[in-house]
């Protein structure tokens, strides 16, 4: 791709590239600003939609999910982001469509400005920032901050965002990878040591001859934490050891499927102690021996002849090993309990599915499923595709699970411009937007065969005004935001005057 070109021209193909990046984020951020003009309702026409729980905001942030695939939180900031940069700093939106500042600038820009009301104030800032921006150059975080906050407080000192701090900055975060999972975040000092004494008080519960080094046990221990067990099951695989048990039942019930034949010849994993070679490494001299390692780590695929997957699936989470599980049940720390498949039953004659069908629903589905939501099944409404009342069956072929907000977004963003879904045997989805784009989502789980086509004659829904049992907000979202900035503001106002 860059063959002939200097140094030189390799860095300005470098630069001209991030620079086409940040002109093509610019026009997405656009996009998402006109389509949301675009499908404001006048408020005479408009229900009190904009007091719904589901209000035109998360109608378009939904679409904006859907378009992108991304989850409906990222949707709904790049929403905020948008509409602020186009209606708020108009100057900055035209800055940032020439390509010379990128998105982590005008998210920033953003924030720190949000405390300004006064249009005239607004102008003022947004013209100084588009001005100033064009040059700062290159700058960190925090210098881009204390750059922004200089220009809105000689403006307006009441709007300089003055409440944020490292402790308002704590947060937890998991990210799934490889049969294990990474935690990082940020916490009270207070609330870290108590953690860390209470991990290794647990890790001392089991008996000499647990075969887990000191830092597994901890791990294990947040865990037992989690389920609210007092104590740590011992691994030692004697049944008189006093530590066998955790002595209290779990607190919360996390649910792995996994086909019946791997729990049957599973075996419990090498996942405890410590091995020779987990501290050292060697030098690989030869190709043949690197050939030899590669082999021998290549992760474990099911047979090309369809057989069973040596692992299960987290509802809501990520994969885990067979032996893994193997040795939960080995320990009495988890239960195996078998998932019915409807095949060809007939529909259910009520409209809340039995609980045998309610399970096979959530471990066929794992999540939410429209396009981009990852909401966790245990946090799932099981819909039905069809609705009840216009002549769906409560059957495995028209029931999914949707997480309430996209269940209400469904129920009642409908009509001619609404949201339309298909369901088919095999539990894909057929999603249509709005604007006429087609989106498919599948189940989170393969392990289960079709269920059934169905033969539905649609019937005309019951209620003419659904409308009314839709969740309401006390305040619209414009005024709860204006309520907001207003209390940081009084908040400023009495704490940094002079």
């Not at 080995?330 to 409807?342: D, F, N, Q, S, T």
């Not at 411009?417 to 894909?428: F, S, V, Y």
């Not at 003419?464 to 908040?491: F, I, K, S, W």
């Amino acid at each position: 791709m860059f063959e002939g070109l200097s140094d030189g021209a390799v860095v300005d193909a470098i630069g001209a590239s991030a620079r086409a990046e940040n002109i093509a984020c610019a026009r997405r951020i656009g996009a998402i600003a006109e389509l949301y003009n675009r499908r404001q309702i006048p408020v005479e026409d408009g229900q009190g939609r904009e007091l719904w729980r589901i209000d035109p905001w998360e109608a378009v942030a939904a679409e904006v999910s859907a378009a992108q695939c991304i989850t409906p939180a990222a949707a709904g900031s790049l929403l905020h982001n948008a509409i602020c940069l186009h209606e708020r700093l108009p100057a900055v939106a035209a800055v940032f469509a020439t390509g010379a500042i990128d998105y982590r600038a005008v998210r920033l820009i953003v924030g720190r400005t949000l405390l300004a009301l006064d249009p005239d104030v607004l102008a003022a800032i947004d013209a100084d920032l588009a001005e100033m921006i064009v040059g700062w150059g290159p700058l960190s975080v925090h210098a881009m901050q204390v750059t922004i906050d200089k220009i809105v407080e000689r403006h307006d000192p009441d709007a300089r965002r003055r409440t944020e701090s490292l402790a308002r900055g704590r947060h937890i975060e998991i990210n799934h990878e490889h049969g294990t999972s990474y935690l990082s975040g940020q916490m009270h000092q207070t609330d870290a040591t108590l953690l860390d004494r209470r991990l290794t008080a647990l890790a001392h519960t089991v008996c000499d001859d647990d075969p887990r080094t000191v830092e597994q046990r901890r791990a294990d221990a947040l865990g037992a934490l989690a389920s609210g067990h007092q104590s740590l099951a011992c691994a030692c695989g004697a049944q008189t050891c006093p530590a066998a048990h955790s002595g209290s039942a779990a607190a919360v019930v996390i649910h792995v499927v996994a086909e019946e034949s791997v729990m049957d010849t599973a075996q419990p994993g090498d996942t405890h102690g410590e091995r020779p070679e987990d501290s050292c490494c060697e030098r690989i001299t030869s190709r043949e021996r690197l050939i030899e390692i590669l082999t021998d780590t290549q992760p474990c695929r099911p047979p090309s002849t369809g057989g069973p997957l040596a692992s299960g699936l987290i509802i809501g989470g990520s994969t885990v090993a067979a032996g893994v599980l193997a040795d939960l049940v080995r320990r009495g720390l988890a239960e195996l309990r078998p998932v019915i498949h409807p095949g060809d039953s007939r529909p259910e004659p009520r409209y809340r599915p039995s609980g045998s069908l309610a399970d096979f629903i959530r471990c066929r589905d794992l999540t939410c499923r429209f396009p981009g939501c990852d909401k966790p099944a245990e946090f799932c409404d099981i819909d039905h595709t069809v609705p009840y009342d216009a002549g769906g069956p409560t059957h495995a072929s028209n029931l999914k699970l949707m997480c309430r907000k996209h269940h209400l977004l469904k129920t009642f963003w409908c009509g001619p411009n609404g949201w339309h879904d298909e369901q088919l045997p095999d539990g894909t989805v057929v999603w249509t937007s709005p604007s006429g784009r087609t989106y498919r989502t599948t189940p989170g789980s393969s392990l289960f065969r079709p269920t059934g086509t169905l033969t539905i004659e649609r019937r005309q829904c019951g209620s003419l005004n659904r409308g009314a049992m839709m969740p309401r907000r006390q305040r619209t979202r414009a005024g709860d935001r204006r309520y907001r900035v207003l209390a940081e503001r009084r908040h400023n106002a009495a704490a940094f005057s002079p």
